[in-house]
């Protein structure tokens, strides 16, 4: 099993643009997260979903907006991107209960 | 606010004894604590959980304390090994959706 992939694992982007954070898990979880990793900090959560169709804010959601779809995908979207989105971005998914997460390699996002 | 915090950032463990890594939390109504291991440029890694109504839990290597007093959550590592080297991170699950985490310990293994 592949378990939990995201793409891109790097990404450079330019003030004001907007761009998809990929998220795929095969293990047919329920809930999936996204969090942002800032250095000398822990993970923060940003958003996440119970189940296809349900969405809810984390502790720091502006900026980003997720939809889900299907069960497998969980994309985050950066409308207008910002310096203080520099971050390095993982996806995580449980299937009962957010303590055992499987998390992804991450992707690590510059904004200049 | 409430949060999980860790009393030191880093730990310089000789191979081969034994590691304590501290957590101090605040939320008492969290039902789980969790610790994670996290290795240079991968995500995170579940380790061990323990429920709030318990003590102390064991797993293969490691074992987890929760003094509720004094809200501290410990992870002791037997006979560390140099695989053991990365950032530890506990975390507290308020629901069955959320995981909050602390800043972290790097824990450093010398050969």
């Known amino acids: 099993n592949a378990g939990v992939t995201q793409t891109p694992k790097f990404q450079v982007l330019k003030t004001g643009q907007s761009m998809t954070l990929q998220c795929a898990q095969d293990m047919n979880h329920e809930y999936m997260s996204w969090y942002r990793q800032d250095p000398g900090m822990g993970l923060r959560l940003i958003h996440y979903?119970?189940?296809?169709?349900?969405?809810d804010q984390g502790e720091v959601p502006n900026g980003y907006n997720v939809s889900r779809s299907t069960t497998e995908d969980f994309p985050l979207r950066l409308l207008s991107a910002a310096p203080s989105q520099t971050s390095v971005y993982f996806c995580a998914s449980t299937s009962g209960g957010a303590r055992e997460a499987f998390f992804g390699q991450g992707t690590r996002l510059t904004v200049v | 606010g409430e949060s999980v915090g860790l009393h030191l950032p880093t730990l310089s463990v000789q191979e081969g004894d034994n590691s304590i890594i501290n957590c101090a939390y605040s939320?008492?109504?969290?039902?789980?604590f969790i610790w994670y291991k996290q290795e240079s440029g991968k995500g995170p890694q579940f380790i061990i959980d323990?429920?709030?109504?318990?003590d102390k839990r064991q797993g293969q290597r490691v074992t987890v304390l929760l003094n509720k007093t004094v809200k501290h959550l410990s992870l002791q590592i037997a006979a560390t090994q140099p695989g053991d080297s990365a950032v530890y991170f506990c975390a507290e699950s308020p629901n069955d959706y959320k995981l909050s985490f602390g800043a972290g310990t790097t824990v450093t293994v010398r050969a």
């Open positions: 979903s119970v189940g296809a169709g349900i969405t």
């Open positions: 939320n008492s109504a969290s039902d789980y």
């Open positions: 323990i429920r709030s109504n318990m």
